[in-house]
């Protein structure tokens, strides 16, 4: 219980990843398929960024050189240890390309309605075999 | 050994060549597929320049540091690069060649096929979507870093989705919704394997991983680190599962069915013949070998045992499948499905000869392929015809077009002087050496099956007179016609890639060692 | 029956992959391989600064003199692996491509405009919004301005200088939002956008460095650390990216605008 506890950021993106691939497998419209999606790929987000985390770390920027910003913080947590950069710049990208897919996707389902007259993808069977 | 600029300069250079087509197509019209052809040439040469390089260095793979900006610092003291790498190494380099040959014949394809299929105020796009996706597909090869591998890996994917639903009817929309959400999914997996072996092992550089992959499953390691074992098991799970998706192995191909022949076909041909093997096959091989080191030992005998179950599935399954089929391009779709159940067969004997047969057939099915879904273009492009019991006849009225295509369906099928025998002797024999006798019965049976198939076509187009009711075409259906003999060949460039493409099959299996020189320099550079 | 061994196959895939990620170092533990490298657990908290070699704190340490920018992300993603952010940017030029070549289209201008423009220039909603749209331009060339020294950028700015556009094409026509900011316009700044940022790399090749070198390019002023102007190779980078993603979320709403019903086309 106290594992589950300490890394309750995995267990949640876990618990969403399952929900979104039963979203994506068992729904049969085709928004809740790409809302699915969404909720598949976030998953994976709240995973990466929970990985960088560093406990009593400040966020990235180095408050003593920048003059815009105050030093409220670091003195606030004591310690001068900063989080690990890489991940969240991994996500900046991950997200760019799951908006790009959103919205070729959305463009699709305009397409599709036009085409069939419905969004329930067991009556969308032009393709055969 | 130090690498060039090149290597940076390929898919820069055709990205902002697909950036300035839109601005082209609206201000001069009739510059934009020269544009496009010169851009796919100046990669070609690129390409051969860097392979070229990549083959006189000594240990076969060159480097290329990027973000080293103010000290020269490249390295950590750790041995760790900062920032990202493009390291090359003779496997990938021998598939860039690949993917910007046949880019380019496919462009140069396009000029005559494009504007029939598809609304004038597209065309603009089909270009972009063309070079970004060439531009993908170059940087997938190159790269030597994680995260650079994953947004190559989506830049190619999301352009090839635009492309399967370019030509907007009802079957291309629907092929092109089902491809895009089953093949991000796909990628989900993968981004969820690269974290767990990101959390294991803390660089995204491909080939430090490799070390440190090494620290870990070494004899002598201390608890804390034998403890990420776990997570590497769990990496790898995640990994083959969305590489599984990517190429089409038997229980999740589904997608490849619809989607390779709802979009147009130098995209096809571009999809089948590299963009399944690059995205999925290759890059198993590279995660297999460089970086989890399958050979080394450390997955116990899990490994070949699963890989040839689904290998016996997916060769027979696509074979067996393909025979069914009444379209053309959906029997050639399914035959893609067959063969890649081929190349996972010479993946999962962990061999050099294996490896070697693999990677032989990832370049002749490229050739094969490719020359496959250009004829059958060509033949819609001239007659409209898509499916294959209407065929009849048609080797007299497109002689050069059905040469081309029966000689790719005996390459298919492994008859000897042409390029598929060679490898499909090579992935025999690997299997008889590793001794798994099923390998080669799996093998022999799903030659067989595809002579069946692929020998119908050819016998309908040239051994079976045409009907009386002739010119199956859109604008006059089914009119008595004198049965005429005249020759309605395809325009010339069209015809130039199937010819091309021809004497490349022909000439890759006479002179196969010229390949095979390559081809096994490279499979023992990957089992070091 | 299907349905019930399929719920079962998620559930089972649940429970593995929750004792999968168990086995993980609890969130917000330094010690793990991503920030400590392999030093033995035993090691303090404090040390790991010191001793560890992983990539993310060289990131961290050399952020402000060796880019120029105090943020340490904007640094690892403009600078140390700026590669990767130049592809980004393709990948949006890519969402626009082929979102709009799914929907292409031109709609004619048959329907009377004019009593729609009268009545919502004049409402609660056209003349707040009227008001607005400048502000939010303002606050989008803001956010891209700031990307060095604080959290935002060229994505996050142009994002919202885009969705002033937008908002302004909305609540007026079409027509409107097009003779503000024509779609000709718009395909020019799509192009040359990502280009600035290709052509900032290239200049690094050009001076003999590699690409995307910002710092070692001695011949380029570099500003005050930690002001707005910190370093001019990233200034344009975040402005080219800034105006091109702006110009692209403005195209893709145009498309979706101007498509044509299915019955009309042909």
Sequence with gaps: MKTILSNIDYVVSVILFTIGLYGLVFKHNVFKKLLALNILETSVYLSYI???????GKITTSWAKSPYLKDAIAAWTGKEIMVNPIPTGLILTAIVVCVCITAFSLSLVVKLYQYFGTLDTRKITALKG | MEGTHLQVLLPVGLIVSAFFMPVIFRWRRKLSEPVAIAASLLSLIFSWLIFLRVISS??????????????????????????????????????????????????????????????????????????????GMSGLSITGDFFNFYIFLELSGISSYALVAISTNKESTEAAFKYAVIGTM?????????????????????????????????????????????????ALGLLIAGFSIKSAF????????????????????????????????????????????????????????FFIVVTILTAIGGSVFAIAQTNLKRMLAFSTIAQMGYILAGIALISKDGLTGSILHIFNHALMKGLLFLCAGAIIYKTGIRNISDLRGIGYKMPVTMGCFTIGALAMMGIPPLCGFMSKWYLLTASAKAGYPILIVVLLTSSLLAAIYYLRVVGIAFFVPPARHNNINKTNGGQIQEVEHRIEEAPISMLIPLICLTLAVIFMGIFVRIPLKVVSRAAEILLK | MRKILMFLMFFIFLLLTIVVVLQLPPVGDPHVPSYAGYLPPDVPVEEITKQSNAVGLYYNRGAIKNCGSPSAITAMILDYRGYDTLYETTVIFLAMIAALSVLVGKRKKEEDTETWIGVTRYTIVGTVIKKIVPFMV?????????????????????????????????????????????????????????????????????????????????????????????????????????????????????????????????
Excluded at chain 2, 100 to 120: D, M, N, Q, W
Excluded at chain 2, 222 to 233: A, E, V
Excluded at chain 2, 272 to 299: D, E, N, P
């Design chain 2, 250 to 305: 038997f229980p999740v191909h589904a997608w490849l069915a619809d989607a390779h022949p709802a979009a147009p076909s130098p995209v096809s041909a571009l999809l089948s013949g590299i963009f399944v093997k690059i995205s999925g096959l290759f890059y198993l091989i590279r995660f297999l070998f460089t970086i989890f080191g399958a050979h080394k030992g450390y997955y116990g005998f899990f490994l070949p045992p």
């Design chain 3, 138 to 266: 303002m606050y989008g060339l803001y956010v891209i301005f700031h990307g060095e020294v604080s959290p935002g950028g060229g994505f996050q700015g142009g994002v919202i200088l885009g969705a002033s556009f937008v908002l302004y094409a909305l609540i007026f026509s079409y027509e409107e939002g097009e003779k503000k900011m024509p779609s000709d316009t718009l395909r020019i700044v799509n192009a040359l956008g990502p280009f600035m940022y290709a052509l900032v790399g290239l200049i690094g090749i050009v001076t003999g460095y590699t690409f995307l070198a910002n710092k070692v390019i001695k011949t380029i002023p570099h500003g005050i650390e930690g002001t707005l102007f910190s370093s001019l190779p990233l200034l344009l980078i975040e402005l080219g990216i800034g105006f091109g993603v702006g110009s692209i979320i403005t195209h893709i709403f145009y498309g979706y605008v101007t498509e044509r019903p299915l019955d009309t086309q042909k």
């Design chain 1, 50 to 56: 929970a990985l960088g985390d560093v406990r009593l």
């Design chain 2, 186 to 234: 796909g990628s989900i997996f993968l981004l969820f394997g690269i974290l767990l072996l990101y959390a294991s092992t803390g660089t995204l550089n491909m080939f430090y991983a490799a070390t440190q992959i090494d620290k870990i499953f070494a004899p002598d390691a201390p608890l804390y680190l034998t403890h990420f074992r776990y997570h590497i098991y769990a």
């Design chain 2, 58 to 135: 000594s240990e076969g793979t060159i480097q290329y540091f990027l973000g080293y900006s103010w000290s020269g610092l490249r390295y950590l003291p750790t041995g760790e690069p900062i920032g990202i790498v493009m390291r090359t190494d003779l496997l990938g380099a021998f598939m860039l060649i690949q993917i910007s040959g046949l880019c380019f014949l496919a462009t140069l394809y396009s000029k005559r096929y494009v504007p029939h299929l598809i609304p004038e105020e597209k065309i603009g796009f089909y270009y972009t979507l063309l070079l970004l996706f060439t531009a």
